[in-house]
């Protein structure tokens, strides 16, 4: 195997790889939740004047966004600090994986039908289901591709920090959490 590296280097570079996504995916969880957070005390610009769903509706779908944002991010955390091996593996691993397929679910197609839309491939859409063609020129096309490429990041990060924890969890014995995991400064 080409560029792999054996011994002390090598069995740190794993052990770092846990850490990079667990951070990486704390980072894009706390930026999702100061985002949906705004979005909610600033519902009124979020919503767009759109009557299509009620008030009460766009703030529970935002708030539950939000709070799972907020748990997503201490489970993140969770992955890689001391005080996450104190919790059991079924209160970390299942939410870190609904989190990654709902991200893996969401951010995939929409950027997909984003690039394939502003390359011309599919100018009504991925189904080809819209009224009228794209309008790549718009920036009502660039916001969305921006929101989709960011729940793609999401999953990007996610997805592996999912992975990584199971196979931390397994090589542990399936408690506490992976021989990656931090050690305490205490």
Same mark, same amino acid.
């Given at each position: 195997?080409?560029?792999?590296? /054996?011994?002390?280097?090598?069995?740190?570079?794993?052990?770092?790889?846990?850490?990079?996504?667990? %951070?990486?995916?704390f980072?894009?969880l706390?930026?999702?939740?100061?985002?949906? !957070?705004?979005?909610?005390?600033?519902y009124?610009?979020?919503?767009?004047?759109?009557?299509?769903?009620?008030?009460?509706?766009?703030?529970? %779908?935002?708030?539950?966004? &939000?709070?799972?944002?907020?748990?997503?991010?201490? +489970?993140? +955390?969770? $992955?890689?600090r001391?005080?996450?091996? /104190?919790?059991?593996?079924?209160?970390? !691993?299942?939410?870190?994986?609904?989190g990654?397929?709902?991200?893996?679910?969401?951010?995939?197609?929409?950027?997909?039908?984003n690039? $394939? $839309?502003?390359?011309?491939?599919?100018? %009504?859409? +991925?189904?080809?289901?819209?009224?009228?063609?794209?309008?790549?020129?718009?920036?009502?096309?660039? &916001?969305?591709?921006?929101?989709?490429? %960011?729940f793609?990041?999401?999953?990007?990060?996610? !997805?592996?920090?999912?992975?990584?924890?199971? /196979?931390? +969890? /397994?090589?542990?014995? =399936? $408690?506490?959490g992976?021989? =990656?995991?931090?050690?305490?400064a205490?």
């Amino acid at each position: 195997m080409r560029g792999a590296m /054996r011994g002390p280097a090598g069995v740190r570079a794993v052990r770092r790889r846990p850490v990079f996504w667990a %951070y990486a995916a704390f980072g894009w969880l706390a930026v999702s939740f100061g985002w949906h !957070l705004w979005m909610g005390i600033d519902y009124r610009s979020a919503m767009g004047g759109a009557d299509r769903v009620p008030v009460w509706g766009f703030l529970a %779908y935002d708030g539950l966004i &939000t709070a799972m944002s907020a748990i997503g991010a201490v +489970l993140a +955390l969770a $992955t890689v600090r001391p005080w996450g091996r /104190r919790l059991p593996p079924w209160m970390v !691993l299942p939410p870190l994986w609904f989190g990654a397929v709902l991200l893996v679910v969401r951010g995939v197609p929409g950027l997909v039908e984003n690039v $394939t $839309t502003a390359t011309g491939l599919t100018p %009504y859409g +991925l189904l080809g289901m819209a009224e009228q063609p794209a309008d790549p020129s718009s920036g009502e096309f660039w &916001t969305g591709m921006a929101i989709n490429a %960011y729940f793609f990041v999401g999953a990007v990060v996610l !997805l592996p920090l999912a992975v990584l924890h199971r /196979r931390g +969890l /397994r090589a542990a014995g =399936g $408690t506490g959490g992976p021989a =990656g995991q931090e050690k305490s400064a205490a």
